[in-house]
């Protein structure tokens, strides 16, 4: 029996490991633009340094996230790894893109203490408002903020 097509052993690994088939379907596409990357190549004759490139050139030419680029270093190691059967050895400098650490802000320091003195005023507004905080409910959050600076401002 002839052996499978590289994609269809992919997909082929990433089912029996129960990977989801939306993981499979951008797996697969992070597999095929590597491959096309380096002008249709077969991985295995590619290493590290041709890895290292194509998320550079993920970084630095496409701009893409931090999350983008580790999913599709994810790939190509899921590829080397089950498919290939081979560990791939990268140098310890080697740069992994970073998730920013921004947390978004509801409400200034100004704008909170505000907040909370109206709240002292009007304590029926504050249960909510502190539910939504404690609880970890940014939408709800978000709108008691709302609510509460609209009283503010008006």
Not at 118 to 140: D, E, H, K, M, Y
Request: positive net charge; hydrophobic residues 40%; contains cysteine.
């Amino acid at each position: 029996m002839a052996e499978k097509k590289l994609f269809n052993q992919v997909a082929d690994a990433l089912r029996v490991k129960h990977y989801s088939y939306r993981t499979e379907q951008t797996y697969v596409d992070w597999i095929r633009r590597y491959i096309l990357f380096h002008n249709k190549r077969h991985p295995s004759e590619m290493g590290e340094t041709e890895v290292q490139a194509f998320i550079i050139y993920l970084a630095t030419e496409r701009n893409l996230s931090a999350s983008s680029q580790n999913q599709a270093l994810s790939a190509i190691l899921f590829l080397y790894r089950h498919i290939l059967q081979r560990e791939l050895a990268f140098p310890p400098e080697i740069i992994r893109a970073k998730k920013a650490s921004h947390l978004p802000t509801v409400l200034s320091n100004r704008k909170h203490w505000r907040s909370s003195a109206i709240c002292r005023v009007q304590p029926n507004l504050w249960p909510n408002f502190s539910t939504a905080v404690a609880c970890g409910s940014w939408n709800v959050c978000a709108c008691a903020s709302r609510i509460l600076i609209s009283i503010i401002t008006n």
